[in-house]
C-alpha cells in the first residue's frame, strides 16, 4: 500500500470511530494535516449527523466549509467530545511530535477541549523515541533570538521555518537533535522559555487512541 492508502485507510477507521462514538448533533475537533484532510473527505457522508466542527487551523476551516459542515468557535462549546488529528511521531505511550504543518498551538488548544483524543498515523509515524522528526515550536517573533539561544544551550539545532507565519502571527522553530527521553518533562520545560508559545511535544495530554494504518489493515491501539 502506498502511504497515501495508508492515509486514507486511517482515515476511513476514525470517520467509522465517530460514526459509533459521537452522539447525534455533537460536536467534533479536527486536526490539520495531509491525514487530517483525508480524514474531513471521509466526513462527507456523515455531515448531516455532525453538530458542527471546531477547526484546528485555517485550512482545515477551509475544507470543513466547502464540505458543508458548520466551523464553531471554540468559545461557543463547553467540550468536545472527539478530536482527531494526525501526528508527525507518535510512541508507545501515545506521546507524539506535532507541528509539521505549523497549527500546533490551535491542535494543543482544541485537543485540550476534547474527552478522546484519536490519532491518525500511517505506520511510518510509529517511533520507538520520539525526536528524529525535527521539533516545532511556535514563538513570538521577537523572541525569535532568544529562544534559539536556550535551545542551542538545551542541546538542540535550532532552524527558523523560513518564510512562515503561523495562523497566531507567530514564526516556527524546528528543533533539531534533541534527546527526547521524557517528553512530559521536556514539553513543560520548553514552555517556560519566555517567547514560547507552544511546543509540538502532545505527551501531558497525548492521544487517547490511535488508528494506525498498517499493509495488514488499521490497529486500534488504546492509551493503557
Ligand atoms: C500539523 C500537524 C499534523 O498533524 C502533522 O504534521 C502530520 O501531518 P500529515 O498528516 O500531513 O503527515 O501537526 O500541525
Do not use: W
Request: hydrophobic share 45%.
Amino acid at each position: 500500500m502506498t502511504q497515501d492508502e495508508l492515509k486514507q485507510a486511517t482515515a476511513q477507521a476514525a470517520a467509522d470511530y465517530v460514526a459509533r462514538h459521537l452522539p447525534q448533533g455533537g460536536i467534533l475537533g479536527v486536526g490539520t494535516g495531509s491525514t487530517a484532510n483525508c480524514f474531513i473527505a471521509a466526513l462527507a457522508p456523515l455531515k448531516d449527523r455532525l453538530g458542527g466542527a471546531v477547526a484546528s487551523s485555517e485550512a482545515t476551516r477551509q475544507r470543513l466549509q466547502q464540505l458543508g459542515i458548520p466551523v464553531i468557535s471554540l468559545n461557543d462549546v463547553l467540550k468536545l467530545a472527539i478530536y482527531v488529528d494526525g501526528a508527525d511521531e507518535i510512541d508507545a505511550s501515545l506521546a507524539m511530535i506535532k507541528g509539521g504543518g505549523g497549527a500546533l498551538t490551535r491542535e494543543k488548544i482544541v485537543a485540550a477541549a476534547a474527552d478522546t483524543f484519536v490519532c491518525i498515523a500511517d505506520a511510518s509515524k510509529q517511533v520507538a523515541t520520539l525526536g528524529r522528526f525535527p521539533l516545532p515550536i511556535e514563538i513570538i517573533p521577537m523572541a525569535t533570538r532568544q529562544v534559539s539561544r536556550r535551545l542551542l544551550e538545551m542541546g538542540g539545532d535550532p532552524k527558523l521555518r523560513e518564510g512562515f507565519v503561523t495562523d497566531n502571527g507567530n514564526v516556527i522553530i524546528d528543533v533539531h537533535g534533541l534527546t527526547i527521553s521524557d517528553p512530559i518533562a521536556l514539553e513543560a520545560e520548553l514552555n517556560q522559555i519566555v517567547g514560547v508559545v507552544t511546543n509540538g511535544l502532545f505527551a501531558a495530554r497525548g492521544a487517547d487512541v490511535l488508528l494506525l494504518a498498517t499493509g495488514d489493515g488499521v490497529q486500534r491501539i488504546t492509551r493503557t
